[in-house]
């Protein structure tokens, strides 16, 4: 793993630990903290389920799995500041993990559907969204708080939104939220709170600061030490991206035919219809083979022959959605103070030389 920090703990595979793995084995999964991991004692934890709801709930783990129909959904986590370091080469940001392409990772999730427990306990009609409260305080929160968001009832009704506490059919290891996490298929993975220990429907979006204050796109000339709660686009679906995984950055391969394998990734709602591939600048296009996906809420893997020149040679990749839209150009109309949301055209440079 490449790791920014040790504490809190944030870490991303190399690129070519993810590629021809549509299910990210544990150890290779990206792991993104806020603060301490906590360490939670399975056999006392509760769930509440409470604010705009007709029954308030209280749950154990024993509970919950004994309640509710199990459900297993394929879904890809990608972290808003996925590819952050392709912004950081326009202009620094500093406080901020240089993220490579690999804070993105797919798992098998096994747990309840969200939607069957908020049914259970009854949503009144006000409630417009769903919070999520962890115990882990996050130092960097102004002021320092435990971690939450929230997301639009309709998503969270929505049956793919899942309450889990297994992925890749083992228990969710303490970095990833153990004993149960939300995952928001299609969504960016800060709405996926791990380590979760209650439920509120309400009538308007978290106050938490990782949903009124970060995970915001302010624009690129705003000050985010300035701005105010509720300011910029709040980001919620994952934007259309992709990225490059294998031959590695700066690899010396041999002039000639060369296979080049990635990853594309639509969000929440969309599909990847197409990625193209270029090798000199974008000037000319050819299609990419998509892979067989391993679900509606996963990303898809694509793979090509190309035919290296001799010298430096930049390869681009961009992915298209089934509505026709495509990824943007450039990472300088992208750039934006906390780095979010990079999603332009995937670049490789490669040295070919016999
Ligand atoms: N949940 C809590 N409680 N604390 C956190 O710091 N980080 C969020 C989200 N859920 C976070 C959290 C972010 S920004 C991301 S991208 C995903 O968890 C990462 O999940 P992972 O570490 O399992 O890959």
Known sequence: MVVHEEEPFNAEPPPGALADQLITPLEAFYSRNHGPVPHLDAATWRLVVDGLVTQRLQLSLQELRGRFPEREVVATLQCAGNRRAGLIEVRDIPGEAPWGPGAISTARW?????????????????????AFAAPDVSPLADPPQPYGASIPAAKATSGEVLLAWAMNGRLLPAVH????????AGWIGARSVKWLQRITAQAEPSGNYFQAVAYRLLPAWADPSQAGPE??????????NCAILRPGEGARPAPGPAEVTGYAFAGDGRSVARVDLSIDGGRTWAQARLDKAAGPWAWQHWRTTVELPEGEVEITARAWDHTGAVQ???????????????NSWARLHLTCSR
């Open 110 to 130: 096994t747990g309840v559907s969200l939607a069957d427990v908020l049914a259970e306990a009854g949503l009144r009609p006000e409630a417009a969204h769903i």
């Open 177 to 184: 939220g153990a004993p149960l996490r939300v995952v928001v």
């Open 231 to 240: 300011e910029g686009i709040s980001l919620g679906p994952a934007a259309l």
């Open 328 to 342: 943007p150009e450039s990472p300088a109309s992208l750039w934006n103070p906390q780095g979010y949301a990079n």
